[in-house]
């Protein structure tokens, strides 16, 4: 076997290791994460969105771990998505992946950030939605495709999210 041939066994072999490596962690991962409640369904009817943009679902992370991805349901993959901000919640429409809503009275914290899970962008470039997922606390990352979108999605979320106390004691009454 000459030198060429051997070189290309041992980089397809190294590869092959690398993947493998690669999806057993992903697959410990999973298994880890098999607590992580079930996601909300999305409700049949919502009412008109306050705003809504395309761009990026970067992934949901534990909050406070940029790093952490959330590998179970879906909410770990990158895609493409719509973004809508209803008076009931958050609604991510993801194309080739399950849609992703959160509640209005799980959101907690929205804010803006340089990156998350892999993708890092300019100062603030990144839209990071807290919430809560039962007893977990998320982050979930958006990058929208037009940098004007994400002054408005910023201030309907800081929106919703103060007016979720105020809706949710209204309708205990």
């Known amino acids: 076997m000459d030198t060429q041939t051997l070189s290309a066994v041992i980089t397809v072999a190294l590869i092959l290791v690398i993947l493998a490596m690669i999806g057993l962690g992903w697959r410990n991962r999973l298994r880890r994460q098999s607590d992580v409640e079930r996601l909300?369904?999305?409700?049949?009817?919502?009412?008109?969105?306050a705003?809504?943009?395309?761009?990026?679902?970067?992934?949901?992370?534990?909050?406070?771990?940029?790093?952490?991805?959330?590998?179970?349901?879906?909410?770990?993959?990158?895609?493409?998505?719509?973004?809508?901000i209803h008076a009931e919640g958050v609604l991510f429409d993801r194309p080739g992946a399950a849609p992703v809503f959160i509640p209005r009275a799980a959101v907690t914290d929205v804010r803006r950030d340089a990156g998350m899970a892999g993708k890092f962008v300019e100062k603030d470039g990144l839209?990071?939605?807290?919430?809560?997922?039962?007893?977990r606390e998320l982050d979930t990352g958006f990058r929208s495709r037009q940098s004007a979108d994400q002054q408005l999605l910023l201030e309907a979320l800081q929106e919703l999210i103060s007016a979720a106390p105020q809706a949710d004691a209204d309708s205990g009454k």
């Open 127 to 135: 839209l990071v939605i807290s919430w809560k997922l039962g007893d």
């Open 40 to 49: 909300p369904d999305v409700p049949q009817q919502l009412a008109p969105a």
């Open 51 to 84: 705003v809504v943009a395309e761009g990026q679902y970067v992934a949901t992370t534990t909050a406070g771990d940029w790093l952490d991805r959330i590998a179970v349901q879906g909410l770990g993959i990158r895609t493409n998505a719509e973004l809508s």
